[in-house]
């Protein structure tokens, strides 16, 4: 069983970056499509990002195409959410989510394995 844990949240005011961690353990992270979703306050969890076991494929929902970049180093069993050009509407608890099954799934069912979060506040 996967332990996903998130790191590297915070507040940031409008067009600054923060970078997301998060750090696996309990399994080999290159048996899973790791995604990253996210959730604010009254509304559903939606991904943002999610990446291919070798990171060869990239999925992006399109409110953050160009902002974000998702990786992954499975050496070091992290996965990484660079976020650039932060906007209030982006505020919202991230999650760092683990799949075995290989099709880049945008849907949060999908996914097995789950971290706590890490509250990300983007301030105008």
């Known amino acids: 069983q996967v332990q996903l844990v998130e790191s590297g949240g915070g507040l940031v005011q409008a067009g600054g970056s923060l970078r997301l961690s998060c750090a696996a353990s309990?399994?080999?992270?290159?048996?899973?499509?790791m995604g990253w979703f996210r959730q604010a306050p009254g509304e559903e969890r939606e991904i943002a990002a999610s990446?291919?076991?070798?990171?060869?494929?990239?999925y992006y929902a399109d409110v953050v195409k160009g902002r974000f970049t998702i990786s992954r180093d499975n050496n070091q069993n992290m996965v990484y959410l660079q976020m650039n050009s932060l906007k209030p509407a982006d505020s919202a608890v991230y999650y760092c989510?683990?799949?075995?099954?290989?099709?880049?799934?945008?849907?949060?069912?999908?996914?097995?394995?789950w971290g706590q979060g890490t509250q990300v506040t983007v301030s105008s």
């Open positions: 990446i291919s076991w070798n990171g060869g494929r990239t």
């Open positions: 989510a683990a799949d075995r099954d290989m099709t880049l799934s945008t849907s949060p069912a999908h996914y097995e394995y």
């Open positions: 309990g399994g080999t992270l290159g048996d899973y499509v």
